[in-house]
């Protein structure tokens, strides 16, 4: 079995332990998914993922779960040609590949407004904790990885995502409960058929 398919079946075991899985699990591309940057590279190079990359995305898509990228690229022809020579341009829908001074908050946006996924319901990993700060305040469960997507990364990211789905879960129960309760009226003093 090679590396890719070891990564992979660690990848689908983390995946099948986890207690809620996302709907939408977005990846940067410069330090996160391969280790450079796209405006340091030319179009003519043959890119590389970090190791585990694409045993992950393959287990992620095994499990049924979307992949979408979130990247601030100042050269989006470089990362697209990129991830056609590493064949996997079909696997991420959406694709925002924009410069921006948001943090990416636009590029979540127009994510959201593509898919309908709600934000609590994405898992979203970057190298950059401006970004990492700025998403996982519009409720996106935000992993900062230091040397690339890796399965340590992928299992704090599911774990991570359990806790923030189970407090959201929690507390819409305690909003139910407080403001949709309907009036008692069991103690009715009117006629009764």
Same mark, same amino acid.
Not at 26 to 38: I, N, S
Not at 88 to 96: C, D, G, N, R, V
């Given at each position: 079995?090679?590396?890719?398919? =070891?990564?992979?079946?660690?990848?689908?075991?983390?995946?099948?332990?986890?207690?809620?899985?996302?709907?939408?699990?977005?990846?940067?591309?410069?330090?996160?998914?391969?280790?450079?940057?796209?405006?340091?590279?030319?179009?003519?190079?043959?890119?590389?993922?970090?190791?585990?990359?694409?045993?992950?995305?393959?287990?992620? =898509?095994?499990?049924?779960? @979307?992949?979408?990228?979130?990247?601030?690229?100042? /050269?989006?022809?470089?990362?697209?040609?990129?991830? /056609?020579?590493?064949?996997?341009?079909?696997?991420?829908?959406?694709?925002?590949?924009?410069?921006?001074?948001?943090?990416?908050?636009?590029?979540?946006?127009?994510?959201?407004?593509?898919?309908?996924?709600?934000?609590?319901?994405?898992?979203?990993?970057?190298?950059?904790?401006?970004?990492?700060?700025?998403?996982?305040?519009?409720?996106?469960?935000?992993?900062?990885?230091? @040397?690339?997507?890796?399965?340590?990364?992928?299992?704090?990211?599911? /774990?991570?995502?359990?806790?923030?789905?189970?407090?959201?879960?929690?507390?819409?129960?305690?909003?139910?409960? =407080?403001?949709? =309760?309907?009036?008692? /009226?069991?103690?009715?003093?009117?006629?009764?058929?």
């Amino acid at each position: 079995m090679g590396d890719v398919e =070891k990564v992979k079946e660690e990848a689908l075991q983390i995946l099948g332990v986890s207690e809620v899985l996302p709907k939408l699990v977005v990846f940067d591309l410069d330090y996160t998914l391969w280790p450079f940057y796209c405006e340091c590279r030319s179009k003519r190079e043959m890119p590389s993922l970090y190791p585990h990359a694409t045993g992950i995305l393959l287990a992620l =898509k095994q499990k049924g779960i @979307n992949l979408a990228i979130a990247s601030r690229s100042p /050269t989006p022809d470089i990362a697209s040609s990129f991830l /056609t020579k590493l064949n996997l341009k079909s696997i991420f829908l959406p694709q925002e590949i924009f410069s921006s001074w948001t943090h990416k908050t636009d590029h979540f946006q127009r994510i959201h407004s593509r898919t309908g996924v709600p934000f609590n319901s994405m898992l979203f990993f970057d190298d950059e904790n401006r970004n990492i700060q700025a998403v996982s305040k519009m409720g996106v469960t935000s992993i900062l990885v230091g @040397n690339g997507i890796n399965l340590g990364a992928l299992r704090e990211g599911l /774990t991570r995502f359990s806790q923030n789905w189970n407090a959201s879960q929690k507390n819409k129960q305690r909003w139910l409960d =407080k403001y949709s =309760k309907k009036p008692d /009226t069991s103690n009715n003093d009117g006629p009764s058929n």
